[in-house]
């Protein structure tokens, strides 16, 4: 397969795997497999396989628990809170009014307790910080920063295994294409990656669920941290970060694609590529 990167000219490296093999590798000049590269809200997608690693090794029974039964909190003025289940998190609807573009998002749980609901739980998508509570959750129930976690519960079985990463700003999330090779060929062979399962073939299964219609800014159905979508009746899914970056699973064909971007706009034209594969 050939993808001409001078008609995407915003396309840093993009890989396309096709039945364990690299079909595709291709980079523009100065990028090299191993860069770490800024990933945008991809950092979502690998929160959504640590909540299903933590529910494997039952530091968490499901995803229809409440948030407040794994995380410490103060009193509770609100009702709501009862509502809010780890799916909610995961799925961006648990109908918290956040922090706009540029605000302080709130530090701990207790901090985000006072913000207020604009819909119950459930109810409403809407592209705000909600994995944060996923953050808190973990940190709780494993009693250590969300980076730590990261490291020992997926990256240590990754071939890959360089990234930048704080705790103290997890929308700010570089790794390499090959760390995102990992990431689709998890989910593809459905929690499964070197002779390892990180989590169960039934949490792969409630990860790609649309719990919504979805919205801005990919407008398509949502699951656990994973977009997903339709073309010529061939389903895929997708993780995605401002600026085109793409992790894409398309299960039926065995293919996944990591493409890198600069981070300068959204770029829908990548959704040609994407089509491209729906083909092979």
Known sequence: MKIE???????KAIHIIQNNELILNESKE????????PIGCVFKSFLSVLIGSAIKERRINSIEDCILDY???KEIIDSNWYKIKIKHALSKTTGLVWPGPGEMIPQNMNEVMDLNFESDPGLRFKYKPDPQLIV???ENVYQCNI??????KIVKYFNHKKFIWQSENIQDMSVSIGMLDELCQLMLHKGEINHTNLFSEQYYNQSILPYSNGGFPENTPYGLGWWLGTWDKTDYF???GFGGQR?????TRNITMSLIS???RPHPEYSKIAEQLMTL
């Open 5 to 11: 990167l001078d008609k995407y000219p915003s396309i």
């Open 30 to 37: 100065g990028s090299e497999h191993n860069q770490l590269y």
């Open 71 to 73: 995380v410490d909190h």
């Open 136 to 138: 808190y959750l973990l």
């Open 147 to 152: 980076v730590d976690l990261f490291e020992s």
């Open 238 to 240: 997708y993780a995605a």
């Open 247 to 251: 992790a894409l699973i398309i299960p």
């Open 262 to 264: 600069d981070m300068d």
